[in-house]
């Protein structure tokens, strides 16, 4: 339980990390890298959370 816990937190951290980004008009570059390590970490969440 403390596993998917920590992940949400990160995947929390991750999200305002993008937003805080997207709002500075980062570089849509790094915007990308993020937005991707972000869907990785999420799909990585709900497949051990559905046991998958």
Known sequence: MVV???KQLKIQDLQMQL???IDRGADTAKIYELSIRLDA???EY???KLGK
């Open 4 to 6: 998917y816990y920590v």
């Open 41 to 43: 970490l999420i799909v």
């Open 19 to 21: 937003n805080n980004m």
């Open 46 to 48: 709900y497949n051990k």
